[in-house]
């Protein structure tokens, strides 16, 4: 009892340790760990490897085929069939029922067949080896969504506990504010409204940060999401918010020669057109010939009673060979209908080319200005933050000697609360827009080949 006990003890030890499990990453690692754990990637790879499977399905279909086949009968009521009696020496117009053939039998046949020739086969080859491209390209794109959304979950959760930081050190500030004011308001040196001003303002600030806690939660659950670990899992963030944006603000890459080739939506509207231009030449290859052939082997065994796993039992074999040739000669105009769909559907897919070509084109330089307004942004909200951290300073000041009042330290203060809102923010507006200009112009590379 005392050894089940015990075993129990350590299995419940070793659960709690499981589910206490903590991470801790740098962005780069978390981006990393994502490409390999996140549950989105995870079902693109499967989407590769089954389009591996696929190909391969389709090259079998070329190769030798062999089936085997068992045919067992047992007429439980033989066909009986009438034999004119005159045959037997009988009368004629008389009739004698005859069964012909035993009650039981049976068949063993293997066939060999082989594909020879068809325009559709070689066509299919090639559009498999299109759909695995494809795939893989699909499974690049995943890969680059999956890095960007790293990048915006980890920068949120960054910002949100910064912001919670903030609100903390100002509700601070202004606790120690509220109560200096009403100790002078009692002492009879200062107005009822300085006290009441400053009450609004710690209000305000109390209610947003219990905000900013909430919402600093769902971002750390959405980062263990697009990680593809539990929501409830602790992680812990190694990169400061301030270093990632002065690392990310870099402007060489922007000075990149942009190539639309290397972008993932480029290939994969590539691939598209491709697929097009294969299904036109399947409809045409549907008028060529198609020749198989094939060779069988069997051995059958009859008579009246089971007797078919006796080594005695007499088999009789019997084999063919063959070769068939099959000719499209008129289809009433179907063919020709379904090559002209396909011709249709194949100038549809290139104007969709060219669309899809000035459309990254257009995403680039959009990601390109955004990128630069980001940094810009960050350069004001910087300098912004330090004016309205003085203005608000000097209203302090001003304040507690006299000649300020309530109402302008509570403007100064809200422009502070604002500007501090900004500057958190421009940071994480730079970091995702250099992610964002990076998906479209494909750097880091994530494609893996197969």
């Known amino acids: 009892m005392k050894k089940c006990l015990i075993i129990g003890l350590f299995i419940s030890l070793f659960q709690v340790q499981a589910q206490q499990k903590q991470y801790s990453f740098t962005m780069e690692e978390a981006i990393n760990f994502a490409l390999d754990s996140s549950y989105t990637a995870l079902n693109s790879r499967r989407d590769v490897a089954r389009a591996l499977k696929q190909k391969?399905?389709?090259?079998?279909?070329?190769?030798?085929?062999?089936?085997?086949?068992?045919?067992?009968?047992?007429?439980?009521?033989?066909?009986?069939?009438?034999?004119?009696?005159?045959?037997?020496?009988?009368?004629?117009?008389?009739?004698?029922?005859?069964?012909?053939?035993?009650?039981?039998?049976?068949?063993?046949?293997?066939?060999?067949?082989?594909?020879?020739?068809?325009?559709?086969?070689?066509?299919?080859?090639?559009?498999?080896?299109?759909?695995?491209?494809?795939?893989?390209?699909?499974?690049?794109?995943?890969?680059?969504?999956?890095?960007?959304?790293?990048?915006?979950?980890?920068?949120?959760?960054?910002?949100?506990?910064?912001?919670?930081?903030?609100?903390?050190?100002?509700?601070?500030?202004?606790?120690?504010?509220?109560?200096?004011?009403?100790?002078?308001?009692?002492?009879?040196?200062?107005?009822?409204?300085?006290?009441?001003?400053?009450?609004?303002?710690?209000?305000?600030i109390q209610t947003e940060l219990s905000n900013s806690i909430r919402m600093q939660g769902i971002a750390e659950e959405m980062l263990n999401i697009t990680l593809g670990i539990p929501v409830e899992a602790e992680v812990v963030l190694e990169d400061d918010l301030g270093v990632l944006a002065m690392r990310n603000m870099t402007a060489a890459i922007l000075q990149e020669d942009f190539n639309p080739e290397s972008n993932v939506d480029f290939k994969i509207a590539k691939n598209l057109t491709e697929q097009r231009e294969l299904e036109l030449k399947l409809e045409k290859s549907r008028a060529l010939p198609s020749l198989n052939a094939f060779v069988n082997y069997g051995t059958t065994a009859f008579d009246q009673d089971f007797i078919f796993l006796n080594r005695e039992t007499p088999w009789y074999q019997s084999s063919v060979l063959g070769v068939s040739l099959n000719i499209p000669i008129f289809s009433s105009l179907m063919r020709s209908a379904r090559t002209q769909q396909a011709k249709i559907a194949l100038e549809q897919s290139k104007t969709s080319f060219t669309q899809a070509t000035q459309q990254i084109e257009l995403e680039y330089n959009r990601a390109r200005s955004n990128f630069r307004y980001a940094v810009e942004k960050f350069d004001t909200s910087r300098q912004n933050l330090d004016l309205a951290e003085r203005i608000e300073g000097k209203n302090q000041v001003k304040l507690r000697e006299g000649i300020g009042s309530s109402f302008e330290l509570r403007q100064a203060q809200t422009q502070l609360y604002r500007a501090q809102e900004e500057y958190i923010m421009s940071m994480l507006d730079v970091i995702n827009a250099r992610a964002e200009l990076e998906t479209i112009i494909n750097t880091p590379d994530l494609r893996i080949d197969n």
Do not use: C, H
């Not at 980890?154 to 919670?164: D, K, W």
């Not at 609100?167 to 009441?196: S, Y």
């Open 56 to 204: 391969w399905e389709t090259t079998a279909a070329g190769l030798p085929q062999i089936d085997g086949t068992v045919d067992y009968q047992n007429q439980l009521k033989q066909p009986v069939s009438p034999i004119p009696a005159e045959f037997f020496g009988g009368e004629p117009g008389e009739f004698i029922p005859v069964v012909f053939g035993v009650r039981q039998q049976m068949n063993a046949t293997a066939t060999l067949r082989q594909l020879i020739f068809d325009g559709s086969y070689l066509v299919g080859l090639e559009a498999a080896s299109t759909f695995l491209d494809y795939n893989e390209n699909a499974n690049e794109k995943t890969r680059l969504e999956v890095r960007k959304a790293v990048i915006n979950a980890y920068g949120s959760v960054l910002v949100t506990r910064e912001r919670v930081d903030i609100l903390e050190k100002d509700r601070a500030t202004l606790e120690e504010n509220l109560r200096e004011a009403t100790v002078t308001f009692e002492n009879g040196l200062a107005e009822e409204e300085t006290v009441e001003q400053l009450q609004i303002t710690f209000l305000q």
